[in-house]
């Protein structure tokens, strides 16, 4: 059951960037029944190393805006270190209710972009194309500061890399991300961010080695299959069952907290 669940979390992340955290720690708290702490810790190796595989392909195909990938790791990768120094110094001490629901709410935030990103990009659009110095002038910025969010919010719950970095690129960046080039480089940067939040988790005595083998031997084919298909599938049905999905475990997960 953890192989099936990494080969169609894989398929996913392959098909949409979606799926590390947002769909893959759900499953696991809410399913298998795994600690919040050893869930995002391993559930951030799983991540790093099942989009190596993807970003990999992506690369040969020159998908890839590294220029916007480093501007995202300006922020965020300093920002993780900080984040996991802070945990592991004992200043970010947080219960198994607070995580739980810090994860239920990245989850809806992920449901919630995906949701109104065409809104954003539009908006963006119009904003690139009325004021053009302006909008240069932030872009750059924006990016870091938006990477510095992200570095956070990964490092606490293990989600945000995939839809909601996703969001952020789709604004910041209307004219020059297409949508397979936005899933690519989105992965890109997701990668070093995922695996410093990891490696902090693993220092801590979060990660399961044993758990985490069982995922990639799913995720690892499931990955390239979801690459393969990402140009042949419908975006929109893809991205309507992963909304609902989300939003719905996003509200399992509130409640679970609560009681």
């Known amino acids: 059951m953890f192989a099936i669940s990494g080969f169609l979390t894989g398929m996913l992340m392959g098909l949409t960037g979606v799926g590390g955290g947002a769909v893959m720690t759900p499953i696991l708290l809410l399913i298998f029944g795994i600690a919040p702490t050893a869930a995002i810790g391993t559930d951030l190796w799983f991540a790093s ?62 449901a919630l972009s995906i949701l109104f990103k065409e809104q954003l990009h539009n908006l963006g659009q119009n904003f690139r194309l009325r004021d053009a110095k302006h909008f240069k002038q932030w872009q750059k910025p924006l990016t870091i500061v938006a990477g510095i969010f992200l570095g956070v919010m990964v490092s606490l719950t293990s989600i945000g890399a995939g839809a ?22 989105d992965i890109a940067h997701a990668i070093p961010l995922t695996m410093i939040a990891g490696m902090g988790h693993l220092i801590i005595g ?54």
């Open 49 to 110: 190393l099942t989009k190596s595989v993807a970003v990999g392909m992506h690369h040969n195909t020159n998908l890839i805006d590294w220029q916007v990938v480093r501007r995202m790791w300006a922020g965020s990768l300093p920002a993780a270190a900080m984040t996991i120094t802070l945990m592991k110094l004992g200043y970010l001490g947080v219960d198994l209710s607070f995580l739980k629901m810090a994860i239920g709410a990245a989850v809806v935030m992920t």
């Open 164 to 185: 909601f970095g996703a969001m952020i690129l789709t604004y910041l960046y209307p004219l020059r991300m297409t949508p397979h080039k936005l899933v690519a480089t």
């Open 206 to 259: 979060n990660v399961d080695f044993h758990l985490l083998l069982l995922l990639l031997a799913g995720s690892v084919p499931g990955v390239i299959a979801g690459v393969m298909l990402s140009t042949r599938l419908p975006q929109n049905i893809l991205r309507w069952g992963i909304i609902i999905c989300l939003l719905m475990v996003g509200g399992k997960l509130f409640m679970s907290a609560l009681h």
